[in-house]
């Protein structure tokens, strides 16, 4: 069980009033338009919810882990892209606090917690392999510094962010490398937008790179190797799994009115036997998806386990898919009606089961983690200084 300070009980009570007062009446245009309105990226900086997790000396509340994941679950309960878009941003702010230097960290992560800044991870390869080593070299190192020459897919925030760091391997070492957008053959936006099923408003499209030349400075190396820096990448997973959670509880939510207010020979259809328990069902997981994102989240504060990450990452998001279909399916035909606003919710969900490494991949690596002789790769080893060689 988890217990909340007081600051951090007033910081939940912010979120929820602005998620209530100003997120809920913007989705219509947001689903209308496939963008979100600055004035809410600017209020979410404004009320601190972009740098909750981070330090304080970079102008973060420096609060525990479960906190970020709370910003992303309310959030979502309205606007799951808008929770992504933050998500995206937190793993560029993340990438430098981890594995960038004191002059680094110095030079971005006050700009990217104060949203003076929006970030982006180029990460995706366009074969869709999740294993580095298995993908092109993204360039190569020069007598100029570095020149990349790769595209990257399905990038969050790339038709807005402002610097992005770009992940990759370069002469057979795993590079992750910072590239501000106005850089002279990066192209993104535009045409280059995705026009994709669900989350609406994130952003996501292909980042280019041309030729793309920047000084080894924009390296991210640490002054220090922790090798506990490379499991804490896999905080990635819980933030997916904290969005999916929060949009199964919007999806509930609606189920919930909207059944509450309907009636049938007399009755509440919230009290019919069929309708009551399929919505007794929806709660019970998410209830159960609540447990394992915030229990693995405290774990995951104190020593990280691979094997459950990934199955919370596994279960979460395919719970979120159950719960969304079931709201659709309770609400009858009102429930296939976009102006319902439960459909939007099962196709935010089905992005989270496939982004950040879908379903299938997340059981393999638990199937790993087990111990059980199958053919894959851990995804996150821990193998020493990545920078000795």
Avoid at 196 to 208: E, I, Y
Avoid at 236 to 259: H, M, P, Q, R, W
Avoid at 337 to 354: K, S
Wanted: a negative charge; proline letters at 4%.
């Amino acid at each position: 069980m988890i217990h909340f300070t007081m600051e951090e009980e007033l910081v939940i009570k912010s979120l929820r009033e602005f998620v209530e007062n100003e997120v809920k009446p913007a989705v219509p245009e947001i689903e209308k338009t496939n963008e979100v309105p600055r004035k809410l990226w600017d209020r979410c900086v404004e009320l601190g919810f972009i740098g909750v997790c981070f330090p304080e000396e970079y102008g973060g509340m420096g609060m525990r882990s479960i906190m970020d994941k709370i910003v992303l679950e309310e959030i979502s309960k309205e606007c799951p892209a808008l929770a992504l878009s933050i998500d995206a941003h937190h793993l560029c702010t993340r990438s430098i606090m981890m594995l960038g230097s004191k002059a680094q960290k110095n030079e971005y992560l006050s700009k990217l917690v104060y949203g003076e800044i929006v970030g982006a991870s180029a990460a995706t390869d366009p074969t869709g392999s999740g294993i580095y080593a298995e993908t092109k070299p993204i360039g190569k190192f020069t007598e100029n510094g570095i020149q990349l020459n790769c595209n990257k897919v399905f990038i969050t925030n790339s038709s807005f962010a402002d610097i992005f760091v770009v992940i990759g391997m370069i002469d057979g070492n795993y590079c992750q490398i910072l590239v501000d957008r106005n850089t002279e053959g990066l192209i993104c936006g535009g045409s280059m937008v995705d026009h994709k099923m669900g989350m609406h408003g994130s952003g996501t499209g292909t980042v280019r790179l041309t030729n793309v030349t920047v000084p080894m400075s924009r390296l991210l190396v640490p002054d220090e190797f922790d090798p506990k820096s490379a499991f804490q990448f896999c905080g990635c997973y819980l933030d997916i799994s904290a969005i999916a959670l929060g949009l199964s509880e919007g999806a509930y939510a609606k189920s919930v009115e909207f059944l509450s207010s309907r009636m049938r020979n007399g009755k509440v259809m919230a009290g019919m036997p069929v309708i009551a328990r399929n919505l007794a069902l929806m709660k019970s997981k998410i209830e159960m998806m609540r447990s394992m994102v915030w229990n693995t989240t405290e774990v995951f504060e104190e020593s990280p386990n691979p094997m459950l990450i990934h199955a919370t990452k596994a279960m979460v998001t395919e719970m979120a898919c159950d719960v969304s279909e079931l709201a659709i399916k309770i609400h009858g035909g009102a429930g296939y009606m976009e102006e319902t606003g439960v459909a939007r919710y099962h196709r935010d969900a089905i992005c989270c089961t496939i982004g950040e490494n879908p379903t299938d991949v997340h059981l393999e690596q638990v199937a790993l983690q087990l111990g059980l002789p199958v053919e894959a790769q851990a995804m996150f080893p821990v193998c020493g200084d990545p920078y000795a060689r």
